[in-house]
C-alpha cells in the first residue's frame, strides 16, 4: 500500500497490536521478578526512632526488618528491575510487551503515571501503559485487569507490576505506622499458556465507606500539598490499624474462598497460598479458619514487613526460585488494603 500517512506507518498503528481476532484463551504467569532496596531497616533501629520495642513489633506484627529506599531511589526503580527480571524469566524481550499496569499508591509522580516511567526506562517500544491503585490488593486488582484486557485481545503480553516506596509516605514519627511498612516491588508477565493451566478465578472488592482508616490524607486535589498539610503531617499514611485488622482475617477468607468456589474448587485443592503479608496475626487467623495446613502457606513478613502491592509477588518470586512452588502447582493469592479493597486469584502456575 502507498500513501500511508506518517503517521499510520507509526509502530503503535501496527497490525500486532491489533490482537482481536487472535483473543488469548488461557492466560498464565510466563515470568516473574522482584526487586527490593538493599538498606535494611531493623525493629532494633526503629527502638531508636520512637517510642516502641523489637518484642512489641515482632509479637504484633510478625516484622523483624523491613527493606527501605534510600532518597534516590523511587519506585519506578524497583518497579523496573523487577519488570526487567520478568521479562527474561519469560524468556521475552521488552518490544514482545503491549501491555503495562503498574499497581502503586506510592507513584513516582502524580503524572506521568509510574506506568509510562517504567515503559521508557525499559526501552519497551510501544504499549498501552498505565496505573491503578488499590492500595495493598493492587498485585491481584493488576492482574486481573490485565486478564480482562488481554481476553478481549488487547494485548498479547501483559507485564504486571505491584510496587510501592511506602517508606516515602511513612511518618517515622507515627510509631502506630512506621513499624509496619517496607519498600519493593514485584512483577509478572501474563501470557497465553495451554489450557488448564494459568489463571482460573478471580473476585475483587471494595468498601468506600471504611477509606478512612487508611489514608494519606493531604497531597491530593482534597488537601492539596500546602504548609499546613506538612506542619500537620498529613502527607503520610494515617490508620486505625485495630479496625483494619478485624476486617482482615474474615474478607481475606471470603474472597479466597469465592475465587475457589467460581473455579469449582475447595481450599484444600489448594497447593499454596500466598497473602498479603500485612500482620503474621492476620495470615494465621486466616489459616485457621480456612484449614489449609500451615507450611503451604508463603510467608516471608518477617524480613520486609507489609511492601503493600508488591508483597505477594515478592513472596511468589522467592517462593518459585527457592523450588517450593513448580509449575503445575494449585497457588491461591488473597489480599486486602486501603479502600478498603480486597480480592484474590487462583492460578495453576
Ligand atoms: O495492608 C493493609 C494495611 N494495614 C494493616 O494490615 C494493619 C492491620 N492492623 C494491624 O496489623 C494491627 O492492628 C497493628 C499491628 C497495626 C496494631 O496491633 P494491635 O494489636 O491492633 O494494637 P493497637 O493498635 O490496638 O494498640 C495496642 C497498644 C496501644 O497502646 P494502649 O492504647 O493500649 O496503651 C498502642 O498505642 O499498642 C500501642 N502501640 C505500640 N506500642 C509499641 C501501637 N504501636 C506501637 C508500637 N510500639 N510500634
Same mark, same amino acid.
Given at each position: ?17 491489533? &490482537?482481536k ?18 538498606? %535494611? ?15 512489641? %513489633?515482632?509479637?504484633?506484627?510478625g %516484622? ?18 523487577? @519488570?526487567? /527480571? ?6 521475552? /524481550?521488552?518490544?514482545? #510487551? ?18 509510562? +516511567? ?20 493492587? +498485585?491481584?486488582?493488576? =492482574?486481573?485487569?490485565?486478564?480482562? &484486557?488481554?481476553?478481549?485481545?488487547l494485548?498479547?503480553?501483559a507485564? =504486571? ?29 501474563? @501470557? ?18 471504611m477509606?478512612?482508616?487508611?489514608? #494519606? ?5 482534597a ?6 498539610? &506538612? ?6 499514611? /494515617?490508620m486505625?490499624?485495630? !479496625? ?8 481475606? $477468607?471470603?474472597?479466597? $474462598?469465592?475465587a ?11 497447593? +499454596? ?21 500451615r507450611?503451604?502457606? #508463603? ?18 518470586? !522467592? ?5 517450593? %512452588? ?15 479493597? +480486597? ?7
Amino acid at each position: 500500500m502507498d500513501n500511508l500517512s506518517p503517521r499510520l506507518s507509526y509502530p503503535e498503528f501496527d497490525g500486532a497490536r491489533n &490482537l482481536k481476532e487472535s483473543s488469548i484463551v488461557a492466560i498464565g504467569i510466563l515470568g516473574i521478578g522482584s526487586a527490593y532496596p538493599d538498606r %535494611i531497616l531493623t525493629n532494633h533501629d526503629l527502638e531508636k526512632m520512637v517510642d516502641t520495642s523489637d518484642e512489641w %513489633i515482632r509479637t504484633r506484627s510478625g %516484622i523483624s526488618e523491613r527493606r527501605i529506599c534510600d532518597a534516590d531511589t523511587a519506585t519506578s526503580h524497583m518497579a523496573c528491575d523487577a @519488570g526487567r /527480571k520478568a521479562i527474561e524469566d519469560a524468556g521475552l /524481550k521488552p518490544e514482545d #510487551i503491549d501491555l503495562i499496569v503498574v499497581a502503586t499508591f506510592s507513584p513516582d509522580t502524580l503524572i506521568p503515571s509510574t506506568a509510562c +516511567w517504567v515503559m521508557a526506562k525499559l526501552n519497551i517500544p510501544n504499549c498501552a501503559a498505565f496505573d491503578i491503585n488499590a492500595a495493598c490488593t493492587g +498485585w491481584i486488582y493488576g =492482574v486481573s485487569t490485565a486478564l480482562g &484486557l488481554m481476553q478481549n485481545g488487547l494485548a498479547r503480553h501483559a507485564l =504486571v507490576i505491584g510496587a510501592d516506596a511506602i517508606t516515602k509516605f511513612v511518618d517515622f514519627q507515627d510509631r502506630a505506622t512506621c513499624v509496619l511498612f517496607g519498600d519493593g516491588a514485584g512483577a509478572a508477565v501474563l @501470557g497465553e499458556v495451554e489450557q488448564g493451566r494459568g489463571f482460573l478465578s478471580e473476585t475483587l472488592g471494595a468498601d468506600g465507606r471504611m477509606g478512612p482508616n487508611l489514608m #494519606i490524607p493531604g497531597g491530593g486535589s482534597a488537601r492539596p500539598i500546602s504548609q499546613e498539610v &506538612l506542619d500537620n503531617r498529613e502527607a503520610y499514611v /494515617k490508620m486505625q490499624g485495630n !479496625e483494619v485488622f478485624k476486617f482482615a482475617v474474615r474478607i481475606m $477468607c471470603d474472597s479466597l $474462598c469465592g475465587a475457589l468456589s467460581k473455579a469449582g474448587l475447595a481450599p484444600a485443592d489448594l497447593d +499454596w497460598v500466598i497473602p498479603h503479608q500485612a500482620n503474621i496475626r492476620i495470615i494465621e487467623g486466616a489459616i485457621k479458619r480456612l484449614d489449609i495446613p500451615r507450611e503451604r502457606f #508463603i510467608v516471608n513478613i518477617e524480613r520486609f514487613g507489609n511492601t503493600s502491592a508488591a508483597s505477594i509477588g515478592i513472596a511468589m518470586d !522467592e517462593a518459585v526460585r527457592d523450588g517450593r %512452588i513448580k509449575r503445575g502447582d494449585l497457588v491461591g493469592l488473597v489480599a486486602f488494603g486501603g479502600g478498603l479493597t +480486597w480480592g484474590a486469584a487462583v492460578v495453576r502456575y
